[in-house]
T-cell receptor
Framework: QSVLSQPPSASGTPGQRVTISCSGSSSNIGSNSANWYQQLPGAAPKLLIYGNSQRPSGVRDRFSGSKSATSASLAITGLQPEDEADYYC???????????FGGGTKLTVL | EVQVLESGGGLRQPGGSLRLSCEGFGFSFNSYAMSWVRQAPGKGLEWVSG????????HYADSVKGRFTISRDKSKDKVYLQMNSLRGEDTAFYYCTRSPYTHAWYWFDHWGQGTLAIVSS
């Protein structure tokens, strides 16, 4: 059972907007930044959002992140077939002295 | 171009040992924290261990504390994960990751392709 809670699956049609939630606690998301990783099928994970809402160079502005209290969200607008992937949230946990991940959300583009 | 490259995966029996290596390219290796994140086949991501840029601080997940040791060799631009007392649940792809600063509590901005460790009799 993961420390951060994500829905196991999400779906949408091309062009739609999809959001993925990530729920944590005061020791992780509540006191540190939320970060998101995208893992395409058969590939290594890749940083998608850092510092709650920052995009690394090369990440399309269709991807955005937000944080409120002990929860974070990833939004994908203008959904495209190539967005079909697993998405993970992560945060440093002060109580554990290490990183915690969500269980991952499998995004299907219908 | 920043790259990290893992090596050392393989098959071991329960109770055995394995040492994973990770080499960094295209950046000043000793200025950045490095971590290991693993993924059991078909499962999610699990952080394993991290080390600061100068090697003075190490962090471990409870699931590996006392069995795994992370270290780095400044002269070789490498970080290692020594895995002892291996268990079946340690079977996973092990990814080497870089953080953008010297402390391990920053996000992972670069990932390697992973190396597979299998623990089975």
């Amino acid at each position: 059972q993961s420390v951060l809670s994500q829905p196991p699956s999400a779906s949408g049609t091309p062009g739609q907007r999809v959001t993925i939630s990530c729920s944590g606690s005061s020791s992780n998301i509540g006191s540190n930044s939320a970060n998101w990783y995208q893992q395409l099928p058969g590939a290594a994970p890749k940083l998608l959002i850092y510092g709650n809402s920052q995009r690394p160079s090369g990440v399309r502005d269709r991807f955005s992140g937000s944080k409120s209290a002990t929860s974070a969200s990833l939004a994908i607008t203008g959904l495209q077939p190539e967005d079909e992937a697993d998405y993970y949230c992560a945060a440093w946990d002060d109580s554990r002295g290490g990183w915690v991940f969500g269980g991952g959300t499998k995004l299907t583009v219908l | 171009e920043v790259q990290v490259l893992e090596s050392g995966g393989g098959l071991r029996q329960p109770g055995g040992s394995l040492r994973l290596s990770c080499e960094g390219f295209g950046f000043s290796f000793n200025s950045y924290a490095m971590s290991w994140v693993r993924q059991a086949p078909g499962k999610g991501l699990e952080w394993v261990s991290g080390i600061s840029g100068n090697g003075d601080r190490t962090h471990y997940a409870d699931s590996v504390k006392g069995r795994f040791t992370i270290s780095r060799d400044k002269s070789k631009d490498k970080v290692y994960l020594q895995m002892n007392s291996l268990r079946g649940e340690d079977t996973a792809f092990y990814y080497c990751t870089r953080s953008p600063y010297t402390h391990a509590w920053y996000w992972f901005d670069h990932w390697g392709q992973g190396t597979l460790a299998i623990v089975s009799s």
